[in-house]
């Protein structure tokens, strides 16, 4: 299934849709070839410090991800640039 419930605020970069899963904490990119999502690999530190977040949007910025939360008076942005390994595993670096 392409849209998930636990998914919201998609966005696509480079002809890969990504979306913060608010439940499972994590970044996933939907692969269209294998018609799976998958998670995005080395964004676990920057994650784990909005885990409160209330909510998150991910959105295209200059041809990488930004990731915007929020938090009780704050608001968050993470500028993540995105590279594709080994064929099939995507990895974000937080710039």
Known sequence: MLISKRCVNECVVDDVLYSHDRVMNTLRAYDRNQKSWRVVEGVEELLARRI?????????????????????????CAEISLERRQGEEIWGKVK
């Open 52 to 76: 409160c977040s209330d909510w998150s949007y991910t959105v295209r910025y200059g041809g990488n991800l930004a990731l915007l939360s929020r938090r009780p008076g704050e608001i968050w």
